[in-house]
């Protein structure tokens, strides 16, 4: 009985969670901003680790990169179209 | 020779000259048009693999090293080697992997795998994760573990496998990061299946609170946890509170016994002024009392916390750091007090050459001076 109590309460909240958020999301912007890109990177990519050289990787890996870090660091995503933009034309 | 006649002859020339000189300029043209219809094909196709819908990308971390310990002969090690496979359809689906090699006492390679989940980018202040994931409670296992990451060469007392800091789940998660009153957020959800509690036969004892990430729920019962961080009043100062609760059970070679109360409650913070990297975290995990076992009827506490400090000496490549931490279990004899001092040698910010000094002290069970010298060179690629 627990085991179903806890997983319909995991289900419910992650729904109305999602249905709470598609509001914002209608409004949000799809494209990078390389300025916003270039703060977003400087405040977040030092959090954990040293910084790592935008010259490190291509365009493709640091789409895959940052979208793990977006996963780790808990950033959003036009934060993270942000950095990748910053990042694409900084490599 | 009469003079019109020499005139005649240069025009001929000319004209032959001028005649030639157009046929080559046709062929050339075409020529030269053919192959920039060539190239052009070739800068679409090339452009066409540019951005394709499914990006794969191999990432990870290894490490050698050294250790010469007070109560143990020195030796060379293969630490790790820890390959990241990133599988990632448009920006909707990610799979995260890695995998984790180690050669032990025998020359016997082991392999194990440290995460792997299918994540889906639900919008943009929620991802969903599925598989089996870094415990998300605190902050060493999920965000610090890997050696080109972490400033010292071992985990801090109590933060390694089975101690006081849950390593891995399976389960489910959601995780992302919002505005939140002028700041930022992040937060961490789960339900997993949670660990259980080993058993020591031979010293009649719960040796441990494993927390591999196990693949199937014995007692069937689930544990819900999360992390919560908030940034004060930006991301130099973020601050974390983990909390976890559900049920383990007690497991006696292949037999479980009813699962008991089991709970975890966690702080950690990070803080980088100027050249500083000063972080520190405290985990705490216990388990209730079950008045029908058959085994132990007592609870048990698992706890450790840790402070460090680091500092970049900038422009060189060499950072300093120090860090001390405190282990307690249950069993006075797994119980430790550590300090480190370490000098770190940053060749590039992925690569990094470690010289440590750990003390070792175990008041509770009356030992002290176990102590380790530790080299380690560790890349992350």
């Given at each position: 009985?627990?085991?179903?109590?806890?997983?319909?309460?995991?289900?419910?909240?992650?729904?109305?969670?999602?249905?709470?958020?598609?509001?914002?999301?209608?409004?949000?912007?799809?494209?990078?901003?390389?300025?916003?890109?270039?703060?977003?990177?400087?405040?977040?990519?030092i959090?954990?680790?040293?910084?790592?050289?935008?010259?490190?990787?291509?365009?493709?890996?640091?789409?895959?990169?940052?979208?793990?870090?977006?996963?780790?660091a808990?950033?959003?995503?036009?934060?993270?179209?942000?950095?990748?933009?910053?990042?694409?034309q900084?490599? | 020779?009469?003079?019109?006649?020499?005139?005649?002859?240069?025009l001929?020339?000319?004209?032959?000259?001028?005649?030639?000189?157009?046929?080559?300029?046709?062929?050339?043209?075409?020529?030269l048009?053919?192959?920039?219809?060539?190239?052009?094909?070739?800068?679409?196709?090339?452009?066409?693999?540019?951005?394709?819908?499914?990006?794969?990308?191999?990432?990870?971390?290894?490490?050698?090293?050294?250790?010469?310990?007070?109560?143990?002969?020195?030796?060379?090690?293969?630490?790790?080697?820890?390959?990241?496979?990133?599988?990632?359809?448009?920006?909707?689906v990610?799979?995260?992997?890695?995998?984790?090699?180690?050669?032990?006492?025998?020359?016997?390679?082991?392999?194990?795998?440290?995460y792997l989940?299918?994540?889906?980018?639900?919008?943009?202040?929620?991802?969903?994760?599925?598989?089996?994931?870094?415990?998300?409670?605190?902050?060493?296992?999920?965000?610090?573990?890997?050696?080109?990451?972490?400033?010292?060469?071992?985990?801090?007392?109590?933060?390694?496998?089975d101690?006081?800091a849950?390593?891995?789940?399976?389960?489910?998660?959601l995780?992302?990061?919002?505005p939140?009153?002028?700041n930022?957020?992040?937060?961490?959800?789960?339900?997993?299946?949670?660990?259980?509690?080993?058993?020591?036969?031979?010293?009649?004892?719960?040796?441990?609170?494993?927390?591999?990430?196990?693949?199937?729920?014995?007692?069937?019962?689930?544990?819900?946890?999360?992390?919560?961080?908030?940034?004060?009043?930006?991301?130099?100062?973020?601050?974390?509170?983990?909390?976890?609760?559900?049920?383990?059970?007690?497991?006696?070679?292949?037999?479980y016994?009813?699962?008991?109360?089991?709970?975890?409650?966690?702080?950690?913070?990070?803080?980088?002024?100027?050249?500083?990297?000063i972080?520190?975290?405290?985990?705490?995990?216990?388990?209730?009392?079950?008045?029908?076992?058959?085994?132990?009827?007592?609870?048990?506490?698992?706890?450790?916390?840790?402070?460090?400090?680091?500092y970049?000496?900038?422009?060189?490549?060499?950072?300093?750091?120090v860090?001390?931490?405190?282990?307690?279990?249950?069993?006075?004899?797994?119980?430790?007090?550590?300090?480190?001092?370490?000098?770190?040698?940053?060749?590039?910010?992925?690569?990094?050459?470690?010289?440590?000094?750990?003390?070792?002290?175990?008041?509770?069970?009356?030992?002290t001076?176990?102590?380790?010298?530790?080299?380690?060179?560790?890349?992350?690629?």
């Open positions: 009985m627990l085991i179903k109590k806890t997983t319909l309460t995991a289900l419910l909240s992650s729904v109305m969670f999602t249905a709470g958020m598609s509001s914002v999301v209608a409004e949000q912007e799809t494209v990078g901003d390389f300025t916003r890109g270039a703060k977003a990177w400087s405040q977040n990519c959090r954990c680790h040293n910084v790592r050289d935008p010259k490190e990787l291509r365009d493709d890996q640091w789409i895959t990169t940052t979208f793990h870090m977006r996963i780790r808990g950033l959003t995503g036009q934060e993270v179209r942000d950095i990748i933009a910053f990042l694409q900084s490599n | 020779m009469n003079t019109q006649y020499f005139r005649f002859s240069v001929a020339c000319a004209l032959g000259l001028a005649s030639i000189s157009s046929t080559y300029a046709a062929t050339d043209i075409e020529k048009q053919a192959e920039v219809d060539e190239l052009k094909q070739k800068v679409e196709q090339a452009a066409e693999w540019k951005k394709p819908k499914t990006l794969i990308h191999l990432a990870g971390f290894a490490d050698v090293g050294y250790t010469d310990a007070d109560n143990s002969p020195s030796t060379f090690n293969l630490g790790t080697f820890a390959p990241i496979f990133h599988y990632q359809f448009s920006d909707l990610m799979l995260e992997g890695e995998l984790e090699f180690e050669i032990n006492a025998t020359g016997a390679t082991s392999v194990s795998i440290d989940t299918v994540d889906i980018f639900v919008n943009d202040y929620m991802a969903f994760v599925g598989g089996k994931f870094l415990s998300p409670l605190g902050q060493f296992r999920q965000n610090l573990h890997p050696s080109w990451i972490n400033k010292v060469a071992s985990a801090p007392a109590g933060f390694g496998h101690q006081a849950p390593n891995a789940e399976v389960g489910i998660m995780r992302g990061g919002f939140l009153g002028g930022s957020a992040n937060y961490a959800i789960y339900v997993g299946n949670g660990p259980f509690l080993e058993w020591d036969a031979a010293d009649g004892e719960v040796h441990a609170i494993e927390t591999p990430g196990i693949g199937t729920d014995v007692d069937g019962k689930k544990v819900v946890g999360g992390r919560f961080g908030y940034y004060i009043p930006d991301t130099t100062f973020e601050f974390g509170l983990s909390y976890a609760s559900g049920k383990a059970s007690l497991k006696d070679g292949s037999t016994e009813e699962g008991r109360d089991y709970d975890v409650t966690g702080v950690d913070f990070t803080y980088r002024p100027g050249n500083f990297d972080r520190g975290e405290f985990i705490k995990q216990e388990y209730g009392t079950l008045a029908t076992s058959t085994y132990d009827t007592a609870g048990g506490i698992w706890e450790a916390w840790y402070v460090q400090a680091a970049k000496f900038l422009p060189s490549k060499w950072e300093a750091v860090r001390y931490g405190e282990y307690d279990t249950p069993h006075a004899s797994q119980d430790v007090e550590q300090w480190v001092a370490g000098v770190n040698y940053l060749f590039a910010s992925n690569v990094i050459g470690k010289v440590n000094y750990e003390f070792n002290d175990n008041p509770n069970a009356g030992q001076a176990n102590d380790r010298v530790l080299l380690q060179l560790a890349y992350g690629f």
